[in-house]
């Protein structure tokens, strides 16, 4: 099965500096991943996706990063403000033919300071 | 559209006691999940439907556990009798061509204390 893993349970910054949030992943066979956003009280919220066939994808402040030959992906966000402080969870689904369920990972918690 | 919506939002009730969670997905999605959030287990996908009919009851921890979806607006949760370690926040989240856009859709969630 997948296993995806968080770099840092907690991550700290102040506000304008950018956040990088790191996610291993163990199936190669991966084919889609994407970033969920979860504020206290509620549930998580998509951010942003990419597929295997592309290494970055960026939206609105926030790039993702996808390392395929090392299993890695990558959620930054520039300028990072109070209202980003959350859980932001990875999750990554299997490849044609396998599972298409995703699996999460255990979250980064991101703490903005003013 | 409102999105998913999940009740109660909180339940405390007493070890033993059954407990029902409730939720309706968004109109027009097949597929819909419950996953139960832990500190110390995360995200766990408990069971999933894809048009009202159970495909994987895998994540469901015991025989305790039960779910169930009548129709395309609607999906339970049932514990009987419910323990002190069921306690945490159960997520329902609904998605459509799960298999093209891999997008959840979650609820706020019910949070569960059982004492």
């Known amino acids: 099965g997948e296993s995806v893993g968080l770099h840092l349970p907690t991550l700290s910054v102040q506000e304008g500096d950018n956040s990088i949030i790191n996610c291993a992943y163990s199936n190669s066979a991966s084919d889609y991943f994407i970033w969920y956003k979860q504020e206290s009280g509620k549930g998580p919220q998509f951010i942003i996706d990419i597929r295997s066939n592309m290494d970055k994808r960026q939206g609105q402040r926030v790039t993702v990063l996808l390392n395929k030959t090392v299993k890695h992906l990558s959620l930054q966000i520039a300028a990072t403000q109070p209202g980003d402080s959350a859980v932001y969870f990875c999750?990554?689904?299997?490849?044609?033919?396998?599972?298409?369920?995703?699996?999460f990972g255990r979250g980064t918690s991101l703490i903005v300071h003013p | 559209d409102a999105g998913v919506i999940q009740s109660p939002r909180h339940e405390v009730t007493e070890m033993g006691q059954e407990v029902t969670l409730r939720c309706k997905p968004i109109s027009g999605h097949d597929y819909l999940f419950w996953y139960r959030q832990t500190m110390m287990r995360g995200l766990e996908l408990l069971i999933y439907f894809n048009n009202n009919v159970p495909i994987d009851d895998s994540g469901m921890p015991e025989d305790r556990f039960s779910a169930k979806m009548p129709n395309a607006s609607f999906s339970t949760l049932k514990i009987q009798p419910s323990e002190p370690r069921d306690s945490a926040v159960y997520f329902c989240?609904?998605?459509?061509?799960?298999?093209?856009?891999?997008?959840?859709?979650f609820g706020e969630g019910s949070r569960l204390t059982v004492l």
């Open positions: 999750a990554v689904k299997g490849a044609s033919g396998g599972s298409y369920i995703p699996t």
């Open positions: 989240a609904s998605s459509l061509f799960w298999s093209n856009t891999g997008e959840l859709f």
